[in-house]
């Protein structure tokens, strides 16, 4: 069963579990998206996230992406 874990509404609060310690695998950047494949969790910033996205969602078990945090104000 895969489970997939976007934000929809904007304004809404949001209890993210993405923290500015989670790095992402690739680059090092703040993960904003993880996935689970084969019962490991992987992270990734907005960019590797979306890079891999189509390959990933195909295998991944959890999708967890908190993007529209980067288009929040302050």
Not at 38 to 51: D, I, M, T, V, W
Not at 54 to 61: F, N, Q, S, V
Request: overall charge negative; aromatic content about 6%; some cysteine.
């Amino acid at each position: 069963m895969n489970t997939l874990s976007t934000p929809t509404e904007m304004g809404a609060v949001l209890d993210y579990r993405l923290t500015a310690a989670d790095r992402c695998d690739s680059c090092g950047a703040q993960a904003y998206i993880a996935a689970e494949v084969n019962g490991s969790e992987l992270l990734f910033c907005a960019h590797h996230g979306r890079k891999y996205e189509e390959k990933l969602r195909a295998i991944a078990t959890s999708w967890h992406d908190e993007t529209a945090r980067l288009a929040e104000t302050n």
